[in-house]
Every structure is written in C-alpha cells, then in structure tokens.
C-alpha cells in the first residue's frame, strides 16, 4: 500500500475526534422555588406583625425580605451570586431573582407569588415538578393545602426532580401527590415549623454535593437548630424521615 496514502487518509480523523470532544455538554442543573408571601389576611396562619404579614409586600415580608427570607438570604450567600432581578413578573408573581452558585455549575430561580396568590404558587410548584425540567423544585410557604383543595397536574415527564416542601406538616399534605407528579421528595415535614430560608440553603448544599435524604434532612435539621436555639435532636425532629 501506498504510505503516504495511508496517512493522509487517516490525517482528517484527529480532527474530527477533537470536534466531538469540544461539543458542549449537557447545560447547568436548575433549581425552581416558589414562595408564597405570608399574608395574615389572606391565609390560615397565625398572625404575625402587620409589616412582615403583607403578602403585597416583598420587600418587607417574612418568607422573603425579612432576614430568614429567600431574597436576603440568598443574597447574603458566600455561594450564591444574584445575577438577575425581575420586578413585577405578573399580576401573581411580584419579584424573581435569579442566582448562579460560586461552586458549582447550578443556577436558582426564586418566585415571589402574592399573598393572595397562594393557590397558583402551589399549582405552580406542581405543575413545574409534573414538568420534569428542573433538577430541583421547591416550595416555601404556609400549607396552602390546609385551607383549599387543588387538584394535581398530570404526569409529564419521566424525569424524577428532587422535592422540597417547607410548610407546617408538609409530608401528610404533599408526599404523595410528589411522587405521583414523578418527583423525588428530599425533604419534608412532620411538625408545625418555621420556613426560613436557611433551610433551603443548607438543604440545597447538601443535596447538591450528592448527599442523601437521611444527611439532607440532618442539614436541615442542623440549620434550625442554629436558628431556633435548640437541640439538633429536636430539630431534627422537624423534618420526615425518609426512606434511603
């Protein structure tokens, strides 16, 4: 045969491999959280000051702008780095910020919904896990299943998205209609608590370091211990225990 032949022959074929490797991969995992304002008109909670109870007001409320709330929290973050601010997004969605974490190749889009808006955040919630499009979907809030029926959105997606709900009693009112949406509940509750967002952070960090439920829920409880001035055991106690 021929050499020189041969080799231009094969010259092309590094080339070409080198073309598929620098194909760019899969895009960043997404985190999706819905948050329901506190609002001591419009919900069933017990109420809190007027100021940090108005579920038109994000800027001041409990579950967004206060310090344990998703907006100041986030922003405080040595691992997250707000990248975007929407205002006004719709009638029922007051704010959405958008984050880039520092570490890792994830970005979190946080929703505002209106007080009054609660039963949309929540089908909302549904509907983005039904969905299958992120890897994470939260939701943070009063139990909104408490006070009203909605029904479920149906399955659309063989995609198996992680699960947060941090509400009073979240397990008995939201497990089972996660996993018929196709999600993957990491972390829930057994008890009446307090949603900061402390909770979601240090949830999030552990799940996305590829932690299971049993340490995502030790993190969380860790978190509210800090937060509530008791012991891990107790508040631990807070959150489901899962099945591995």
């Known amino acids: 045969m021929n050499i020189p032949r041969l080799l231009l022959l094969l010259a092309p074929l590094p080339l070409m ?38 579920g038109d007001q994000p800027e001041a409320n409990l579950y967004w702008g206060c310090s ?18 929407e205002s006004k997004v719709s009638d029922e ?23 009054t808006a609660i039963k949309a955040c929540v089908r909302d919630f549904e ?52 996993t018929a949406l196709g999600g993957q509940p990491i972390l829930l509750t057994d008890q009446f608590m307090y949603p900061g967002s402390f909770l979601l952070h240090d949830a999030v960090e552990a ?5 299971s439920r049993g340490e995502v829920r030790t993190a969380a409880g860790r ?3 800090r937060n509530q001035k008791i012991s891990v055991k107790a508040a631990t106690g807070v959150f489901s225990k899962l099945d591995e």
């Open 207 to 211: 799940w996305r370091q590829g932690k």
């Open 223 to 225: 978190a509210y211990a």
């Open 127 to 178: 509907a983005a896990l039904a969905s299958g499009k992120d890897a994470l979907v939260a939701y943070l809030g009063h139990n909104g299943l408490m006070d009203f029926a909605l029904d479920p959105p149906a399955k659309g997606s063989d995609q198996k998205p992680a699960a947060v709900v941090l509400c009073c009693k979240s397990e008995a009112y939201f497990r089972e209609r996660i």
């Open 93 to 115: 969605i007051l704010v959405r910020l958008h984050f880039k974490h520092r570490d890792a190749d994830l970005l979190l889009t946080a929703l505002a919904y209106r007080g």
């Open 17 to 54: 491999v080198a073309a598929v490797q620098a194909e760019p991969g899969p895009g960043p995992r997404t985190i999706k959280v819905f948050v329901a304002l506190c609002d001591n008109e419009a919900q069933g909670i017990v109420p809190v000051p007027a100021r940090i109870g108005n």
């Open 68 to 85: 344990d709330g998703l907006a100041s929290y986030f922003k405080r973050s040595s691992r997250w780095q707000l990248t975007k601010t």
